[in-house]
């Protein structure tokens, strides 16, 4: 399976409504630790799970997977760390959206990086998918676009808005603690003001996994000769370059109007947390630093 389909999940987190989720770019999980030591088989059987993989496929794709968390722990941990201890020292103050905006702005370059070293392991694979490898992709594609139109298109606005908020107060209160009612209601102007549009945020979830079945369809045609690699990998980076600034121009605005909207909601309610919920916030990000430093270390 070709290492695009990351990507899908890469920017999906990445563009998703919550600016918190990207700003920290964790889960707010206690078990990163664990986690990290076993990305390379989680993200294997995640790969296979869209598209069966065959034969020398798998050691191909276990190999890569090795080398990009070698990379990763060599390379990105210590730009994370920087990365934490900046967000350390905006988290006792008041902060402003541009503050917000230009962590995430961060994370989204580090996360194009990852993508550019795993390219030639990507067009390498893309190149030996089957046709009933891409149906299968496909057929992935089509179920996961059910679970996300249960949870975004199906629901009327006030349901939608409803689990919006419950996702939203989650993760902030997995950093800050129990939000208080003023900030709950901070949050609930935030989010029922927002722009989200469901139906065109769908509309480019559709166009991406078409341009990235596409692009794997044209790779897997061209063949796997090494004569064909840097085309192929030139492809793929058109994809993600398409991927992070859509060709609708229409979703391009929205998705930058949405972004500045996060920015400016999290900023303003970050602004409105106590000191003690400030102090929650600090401590949780020195966690992560702390637990980075150890992956750092490990071998």
Known sequence: MSFILILRRIIRHAFVGLTLAVLVGLSGCSTLKLVYNQSDDLIYWW?????????????????????????????????????????????????????????????????????????????????QLSADQLRSVRKRFDKTNKTWKEDWLDPNAEERLRYRTKQATNRLEDFYGRLEKSQRETLQQWLSSSIFDPTLSYAERERRQADTLQTLQRIAQEGNAPSKQEQAQSWLRGLVDRSFNSPNERYRAYNLELWSENCAGFAKLHNSTTPAQRQRMLEALRGYEQDFKTLMAQK
């Open 47 to 127: 790969l296979d799970s869209y598209a069966d993989l065959q034969d020398a496929q798998k050691q191909l794709t276990r190999d890569a997977l090795t080398d990009l968390q070698r990379w990763h722990r060599q390379q990105q941990l210590s730009e994370y760390v920087v990365l934490l201890k900046r967000m350390q020292a905006m988290a006792p103050n008041d902060i402003t959206p541009a503050q917000v905006c230009a962590v995430t702005e961060d994370m989204k370059s580090s996360f194009i990086r990852v993508l550019r070293h795993i390219e030639p392991a990507s067009a390498q694979l893309s190149s």
